[in-house]
Nanobody, 128 residues
């Protein structure tokens, strides 16, 4: 089936940048909308960003809008999350996710039930 492998996490000072990568395999990449969620210790997993199958549409959580950018390169089966102006509250494990169903609107985009497959996560730590 589908496998997702995240990379690019690490330790960065507040105000710095990181780029996360997610490698997709097992199915036709262009058939899946892709997203990023994150989870801090003791918190629920929360929506960060999603991108449509073609890459034409994106959605972001209010907390990251203007700072994070999601992108994809279908020819490489890759999705990315560019994170700028990082804050300590961005510290979390970041998970890549894939969904085969059409997502209409932000409510569906931010729901975990809209996605079918999940990676193992990559740790992002932002020091104050």
């Amino acid at each position: 089936q589908v496998q997702l492998v995240e990379s690019g996490g690490g330790l960065v000072q507040a105000g710095g940048s990181l780029r996360l990568s997610c490698a997709f395999s097992g199915r036709t990449f262009s058939s899946y909308a892709m997203g990023w969620f994150r989870q801090a210790p003791g918190n629920e997993r929360e929506f960060v960003a999603r991108i449509s199958r073609s890459g034409a549409l994106t959605d972001y959580a209010d907390s990251v809008k203007g700072r994070f950018t999601i992108s994809r390169v279908n020819a490489k089966n890759m999705v990315y999350l560019q994170m700028n102006s990082l804050k300590p509250e961005d510290t979390a494990v970041y998970y890549c996710t894939a969904g085969s169903r059409i997502i209409s609107g932000i409510t569906a985009a931010q729901a975990m039930g809209s996605y079918d497959y999940w990676g193992q996560g990559t740790q992002v730590t932002v020091s104050s």
